[in-house]
Structure formats: structure tokens, C-alpha cells
């Protein structure tokens, strides 16, 4: 059963970016809880996706209100609400890839879930960036610290509990090995290869993300 589960997955993801693929979701169809993985144009962004051998580098999740369509993720000014607009303004995205789109089930089933999703979320907030990616980081005030896939797991996981099955990993900077020592060179830190974590590309083969859906970031925003 979950070999079938891992090639539905991968199924389902191939056809993703296809051309003219026929998965496309459009923005308005978005819906509270859903996480969104990206592939974003940057150097670090691109060690990232080669480390893990898939196009994914950041992700964000969807909030929606009476005002409509909200994106929050942790990014270099740290954990935030943001438009769709302001959201694509402050980072460059790799036009070349769709972003895909993955719902859990128990925001299908639950009405409590998506209340719930401020409350919990007013406890991320304003919480800084990390970019030493090392988990449960935290600041000189002893506050944490979320790199983008650290902050989504930990929040998914306040407000799933145990439906969340998607586990940490140790993780792994063995592809371009200079740049990653560069890279952490300039933070004046060791490379944290063995240590806990979690990267985008991991959501998209946890087995419990299973609606999977891709859309393109030139769309007309309709809230």
C-alpha cells in the first residue's frame, strides 16, 4: 500500500510539470491550509534543490480571510502575513517551474481547523528568520528562530497534532560541497550535516499530502 501511495505521489507530480499540464489549479480555488512549494531563483535556492534532487526551495502557506488570499511564510524578515502581490514582489521565482499546491485531509473534514489557523499562527509571528538552518534555533533572547520548512512543519504540527505524520530528518550537504562551506563561512558557523531537519522537497513526499495540484504564479490573483 504505501509503495502504490509513493508512486501516486510521484505520478501525480510528474504530471504537475508537464506542459499545459491539466492539474493547474487557479489561485481562487486556494484554501486555508494549503501549502505551497516553490522554486526560487537564488544561489542558495539553487544548493537547496540540488542537495534534495527536486525543483523546490521555499514554500509558504495559504491563509484566507474576508479580504481574501494571504500567503504566510518565514522569510529574511522572518515569520509574516503577506498579499499574494507582496509576496511574489520580495523574492524572484524560477518562472521556468509551476508551484505546487498540497492540501492536507484534515482540512477537508474540519471547520475547527481552519478557525483555529489565526490563533495558532499569532504564536509564529514576528518570529525571525534563521538562515544557519539549524532546528529549534534560537535568538540572543531566547526566542526561536524558523528557517521556511522548519516554521511550516512546526505549525502544521501545533494545529494537526498527531495527524501529522511527516517526520524530521538528518540532514545532508554532501552536493556542492564548497558552496555549502562557503555559504556557512560567511554565517561563521560549521556545516550542520547529521542534525535535525526538514526542506521543502520533503513535503511533497510526505504520504498524508496526497492532494497534489500545480498552478502557475503568473495568474490573475481573484480573491
Known amino acids: 500500500m504505501k509503495s502504490s501511495l509513493v508512486l501516486l505521489q510521484c505520478f ?13 489549479v487557479p489561485w481562487h480555488k486556494l484554501r486555508t491550509g494549503d501549502v505551497l512549494l516553490l522554486s526560487l531563483d537564488c544561489w542558495v535556492c539553487k544548493l537547496i534543490e540540488a542537495e534534495e534532487g527536486l525543483p523546490f526551495s521555499h ?58 489557523f489565526l490563533e495558532t499562527l499569532k504564536t509564529f509571528l514576528g518570529k525571525k528568520y534563521d538562515p544557519h538552518f539549524l532546528w529549534n534555533n534560537k535568538d540572543e533572547e531566547q526566542k526561536p528562530l524558523y528557517y521556511c520548512s522548519e516554521f511550516v512543519f512546526h505549525f502544521l504540527k501545533s494545529i494537526l497534532k498527531n495527524n501529522l505524520l511527516l517526520k ?9 560541497v564548497q558552496h555549502w562551506q562557503k555559504y556557512f563561512f560567511n554565517l561563521r558557523q560549521k556545516i550542520p550535516a547529521g542534525q535535525e531537519g526538514i526542506s521543502p522537497a520533503d513535503f511533497v513526499l510526505a504520504l498524508e499530502l496526497l492532494s497534489l495540484s500545480c498552478m502557475d504564479y503568473k495568474e490573475q490573483v481573484v480573491a
Open 12 to 24: 501525480l507530480l510528474l504530471w504537475c510539470f508537464l506542459p499545459n499540464s491539466y492539474a493547474s
Open 59 to 116: 514554500l509558504a502557506l495559504v491563509y484566507r480571510d474576508q479580504t481574501g488570499i494571504k500567503l504566510v511564510e518565514s522569510w529574511t524578515r522572518g515569520v509574516e502575513i503577506k498579499t499574494v502581490e507582496d509576496f511574489l514582489k520580495d523574492k524572484k521565482i524560477n518562472n521556468q517551474q509551476k508551484i505546487v499546491v498540497l492540501r492536507h485531509p484534515s482540512f477537508f473534514r474540519s471547520r475547527f481547523l481552519q478557525r483555529d
Open 168 to 176: 524530521t530528518k538528518k540532514m545532508t550537504f554532501d552536493k556542492n
